[in-house]
């Protein structure tokens, strides 16, 4: 074969490869191809929840995108609908996968004859709910109903086919009566309420919180406090996420608004207390990190610019907290069931008992105690039995929905149940969590939910994003056949909720209770209910919720680790009198530290990453805390001048509150020490004299660490160089015996003096006057000395 000729056999395969894909199917209404040519996006709904009221059209209206490589030919749209949604499951399962359930409401409508690359067209689909005579929906009875938008097209070297859908969930709570022209062939044209004989009983948790913002590894009585971003700025400001989510909530329950008070008995705002030290921290003026790395300690920072909106905003929710429910979540939505495999009582009572006491300290308010909400992970066996040491509490988390090829009911039970004789749990349906998760501008799956019901929730527009979050909210209390009539609505803890979609959730929330389909129940009253439940049910089984949002066991080892250091230096950190900080207060942000590693408000796929992350500055802060305490190493040797001079030392601690130390001294044989005990070493320098007595005269070397009274290593043992010039025992009797002999000889030579005789050690011994005249007797060339007169005689000459 010529070389021209195989390259246009090359060619012609490669050309048959790539349109295969899409001459597989020609009819309408196939699974979409793997290639994507168009995008179809919901831009409104209109009603978006339908009433006995409402209009009885429904418009859908949206736009249609050219996202391929290549133009598209007769593109066309319908709208079709599946059946009222029977299971909880379905809320999921009907908005993505198989289209079989769904019906054409009508015919194709031919959108545009070509799209080329990038172009966009607009359309708009208008259908009556009910109609006799003209293509409808189709719905007479309440309920919540899957819609979707089908869109085909016929791309370039390709054959018709379906090439996007848009789906989302219509509620209709009650159908209004036909328009006039259907209304003289309507058999029935009145309005079809609601069956309202069996209102759900209704509690929704409207979350106050964020990602942890404070920088790692930075001890208490730091200031001013540091942040690794000013993200918290911008949502504290106007517009911003949290400022959207109390504006919102405010509203709703204002007098005003509500004048009868019923949304607000149902309501209760979830504040995560890491927030409010945050955000109170802020108020009196902070830094910034330059670096985005939230492990830097020593980065360079500059002012942060939301000190106002900080004080603003905590004053406002401070007003809102006097006149309705506040309840704590977990300290930094810490995962319960990292935290009981880290196994530190400590740990576990901060992040559960204290997190009220934190709330109600800064706001000012007495939060409703007896319950914990569990958040984004799943309710495990070893978070129960985390909760169960902790004393009485209801657990508030996500009921366990398993794949339905698992045989598992397409409808988990609400109704609570007790794990043990201190727990007992208050489910909510992970589906409605999952679906109000979706809505808002950060659409995201919660951990608890199983990875089967998982939809790809982003390729969605904000709009039926946030339909979706409505439909699975009235759902329950749209069909009377659902046991138990009770439900807990738990969005994600760090929604992020556009304003439409904040004014959409709580409008529903209060269409729902005066329509009456569903009746306020205080947090107080469910805490109330769930402690009156008796029986025993059996430990959640198995590993629940998506296995991506565990955290590793690397992570909680580390922490266990840490935390034990930790522990061991604050048991030695006392008070300092002059400014009044305690160890506690300084060591209580590290602890914090290692309960913001284990926030589940961290994305699955990033939160073993930034846990590391975190663990490792605080790691790294703990160390530099223990070598802040040391014995500082002298220069040069030590020389003691007797047998008991003392050993002189210096301590310095650089930690800004006393310690309690002991000195450890390696004395070598010959060497005694005495133990000084335990010393309250104060923040600065500490001289000391250390009381030895030595038996030798030599250099030695001496090593010298320093602990804290529980016997925790401080600082780096030293090793010093002592020169002793003391003789010891042997001096000591060489000059006793000396001082012995010395004395013998003085006292027999006294004796002999005494007796006027000679000693006998001067015998061998020439007179001493002979001997001087001797001299004299030689010395001829001086005068003779005159003799002195005899001082022997009585009388003398």
């Not at 030689?778 to 007169?789: E, N």
Request: net charge negative; charged share 20%.
């Amino acid at each position: 074969m010529t070389r021209p000729r195989a390259r246009l056999l090359a060619a012609v395969v490669a050309l048959l490869l790539a349109i295969a894909p899409l001459a597989v199917s020609g009819v309408a209404g196939a699974q979409p191809s793997s290639l994507a040519f168009l995008h179809v996006q919901i831009d409104s709904i209109t009603p978006n929840v339908v009433t006995t009221t409402s209009e009885p059209l429904i418009t859908v209206t949206g736009t249609i995108r050219n996202v391929g490589d290549r133009p598209v030919r007769d593109v066309v749209v319908r709208l079709e609908r599946a059946a009222a949604v029977a299971s909880s499951s379905t809320l999921r399962t009907d908005l993505a996968g198989n289209v079989d359930q769904y019906q054409p409401v009508a015919d194709f409508i031919t959108i545009a004859p070509d799209m080329n690359r990038g172009q966009e067209v607009p359309f708009r689909l208008v259908y009556p709910l009910r109609s006799a005579d003209h293509p409808s929906l189709n719905i007479d009875t309440p309920g919540v109903y899957p819609l979707m938008v089908n869109v085909n097209g016929t791309p370039d070297y390709g054959a018709p086919a379906r090439l996007d859908d848009s789906r989302l969930l219509l509620p209709v709570l009650g159908v209004p009566p036909p328009a006039e022209a259907d209304a003289n062939t309507e058999p029935l044209n009145s309005a079809v309420p609601p069956d309202t004989t069996r209102p759900v009983a209704l509690t929704m948790f409207w979350p106050l919180a964020d990602r942890p913002r404070l920088a790692a590894g930075v001890p208490g009585g730091t200031t001013p406090v540091r942040l690794v971003d000013d993200d918290l700025a911008t949502s504290l400001a106007a517009g911003g996420r949290l400022d959207t989510l109390l504006s919102a909530i405010d509203f709703a329950t204002s007098p005003q608004v509500d004048p009868g008070g019923e949304v607000t008995r149902a309501m209760c705002l979830a504040v995560d207390p890491d927030l409010l030290i945050t955000i109170n921290a802020m108020t009196a003026g902070y830094v910034v990190n330059d670096a985005s790395d939230a492990g830097l300690r020593t980065t360079p920072t500059h002012p942060g610019t939301g000190q106002q909106a900080a004080i603003d905003w905590l004053n406002r929710l401070k007003g809102l907290a006097k006149r309705m429910c506040v309840a704590p979540t977990t300290f930094a939505q810490a995962d319960l069931d990292a935290l009981r495999r880290v196994a530190d009582p400590g740990l576990s009572t901060i992040a559960t008992r204290g997190a009220g006491d934190i709330v109600d300290q800064i706001l000012g308010v007495t939060t409703t105690r007896g319950a914990t909400l569990v958040g984004d992970g799943p309710l495990t066996a070893d978070a129960v039995e985390l909760l169960s040491g902790q004393g009485p509490t209801v657990a508030i988390g996500a009921a366990n929905l398993r794949d339905p090829s698992g045989g598992v009911g397409e409808t988990p039970s609400t109704a609570p149940v007790r794990f043990t004789p201190n727990v007992v749990a208050a489910p909510f349906d992970p589906t409605v969590g999952a679906a109000l998760a979706g809505a808002g501008n950060s659409p995201g799956t919660p951990s608890y939910l199983n990875p089967a019901f998982d939809i790809p929730v982003k390729h969605d527009s904000a709009v039926a994003r946030r339909q979706d979050a409505l439909g699975s909210l009235l759902w329950r209390s749209l069909d009377p056949q659902t046991s138990p009539r009770a439900e807990i609505l738990m969005p994600p803890l760090m929604w992020n909720l556009a304003p439409d979609d904040a004014s959409a959730i709580l409008g529903a929330v209060a269409t729902t209770i005066r329509s009456g389909l569903a009746a306020p129940r205080p947090l107080r009253a469910l805490i109330d209910e769930a402690g009156a439940v008796h029986g025993s049910a059996p430990m959640p089984q198995g590993s629940l919720g998506n296995p991506r949002g565990r955290i590793d066991d690397g992570v909680v080892s580390g922490i266990t680790a840490t935390t034990s250091r930790l522990r061991g230096l604050n048991a030695a950190l006392t008070t300092d009198e002059r400014t009044g900080l305690t160890g506690t207060q300084y060591t209580a942000p590290l602890r914090e530290d290692l309960l913001r590693a284990l926030s589940l408000s961290v994305p699955p796929d990033a939160r073993n990453g930034l846990a590391q992350q975190r663990l490792t500055t605080v790691g790294a802060t703990v160390e530099d805390l223990f070598h802040a305490v040391t014995i500082v190493k002298p220069s040069g040797s030590y020389t003691l001048a007797t047998e008991r001079s003392p050993l002189p030392l210096a301590l310095r601690n650089d930690l800004p509150v006393p310690i309690r130390v002991r000195l450890f001294i390696d004395a070598p044989p010959g060497m005694t020490v005495t133990d000084m005990g335990e010393m309250v070493l104060p923040p600065g320098f500490l001289p000391l004299k250390v009381p030895i007595e030595v038996h030798f005269t030599q250099r030695v070397a001496v090593d010298v660490a320093l602990r804290t009274a529980d016997g925790v290593p401080l600082g780096e043992p030293v090793r010093l160089s002592v020169h002793s010039n003391a003789y010891g025992k042997v001096l000591f009797f060489i000059t006793l015996s000396g001082g012995v002999i010395l004395a013998l000889l003085v006292g027999r030579r006294l004796w002999h003096r005494f007796r006027g005789q000679p000693d006998r050690a001067d015998l061998d011994r020439p007179d001493p006057i002979e001997v001087a005249l001797a001299y004299r007797d030689d010395d001829t060339d001086g005068p003779a000395p005159q003799r002195a007169p005899s001082t022997t005689g009585g009388t003398g000459e």
